[in-house]
T-cell receptor
Framework: QKEVEQDPGPLSVPEGAIVSLNCTYSNSAFQYFMWYRQYSRKGPELLMYTYSSGNKEDGRFTAQVDKSSKYISLFIRDSQPSDSATYLCATTTEGSYIPTFGRGTSLIVHP | NAGVMQNPRHLVRRRGQEARLRCSPMKGHSHVYWYRQLPEEGLKFMVYLQKENIIDESGMPKERFSAEFPKEGPSILRIQQVVRGDSAAYFC???????????FGPGTRLTVL
């Protein structure tokens, strides 16, 4: 079992839809959770960074962590074609600087 | 404020040649991380360096791969005697202190013929 599981998709939605992207993880010691966006042929860009359980909101993006079920989510409201990219979840333990990444979910937002 | 810079962006090598990938961290960042991304796979950690020190190289293959981050100049990831399996995108990231919150460069795409 991989430490971080993420459905590769692709996930195709119409413009304006609410998008839900998810990851599960196996290591209960993971404390820090991140979401990266990666456009084709580009480097990953940090979107959200959260610690432990709960929600964090930034504009159209909301990150949610449920440590009891080892489940992390990224919600995108009012999705735009420019949101089309691969979204990577990542997590790490307390005191570690090396994230473990999921393989990424490809999102396509069509006009 | 320039972001993380990597060069070359694309590198083609024949089997047996050497590949040198360079990374200049963001201004004010003294911690550098190298990752490899293969098609259909996630980012895999390779090595974590500070100036003149290798902090963690647990993800680095034991042979043919080496990394350095000298006092002056960029960080270098060196792959000797490349094989076709080394073909991948190599990303560098940096942070101001040791942190999981890292900023990535655009990557170097290595193709081994």
């Amino acid at each position: 079992q991989k430490e971080v599981e993420q459905d590769p998709g692709p996930l195709s939605v119409p413009e304006g839809a609410i998008v839900s992207l998810n990851c599960t993880y196996s290591n209960s010691a993971f404390q820090y959770f991140m979401w990266y966006r990666q456009y084709s042929r580009k480097g990953p860009e940090l979107l959200m960074y959260t610690y432990s359980s709960g929600n964090k909101e930034d504009g159209r993006f909301t990150a949610q962590v449920d440590k009891s079920s080892k489940y992390i989510s990224l919600f995108i409201r009012d999705s735009q074609p420019s949101d089309s990219a691969t979204y990577l979840c990542a997590t790490t333990t307390e005191g570690s600087y090396i994230p473990t990444f999921g393989r990424g979910t490809s999102l396509i937002v069509h006009p | 404020n320039a972001g993380v810079m990597q060069n070359p962006r694309h590198l083609v090598r024949r089997r047996g040649q050497e590949a040198r990938l360079r990374c200049s961290p963001m201004k004010g960042h003294s911690h550098v991380y190298w990752y490899r991304q293969l098609p259909e796979e996630g980012l895999k950690f390779m090595v974590y360096l500070q100036k003149e020190n290798i902090i963690d190289e647990s993800g680095m293959p034991k042979e043919r791969f080496s990394a350095e981050f000298p006092k002056e100049g960029p960080s270098i990831l060196r792959i000797q005697q490349v094989v076709r399996g080394d073909s991948a995108a190599y990303f560098c990231a940096s942070s101001p202190v040791g942190a999981a919150e890292q900023f990535f460069g655009p990557g170097t795409r290595l193709t081994v013929l």
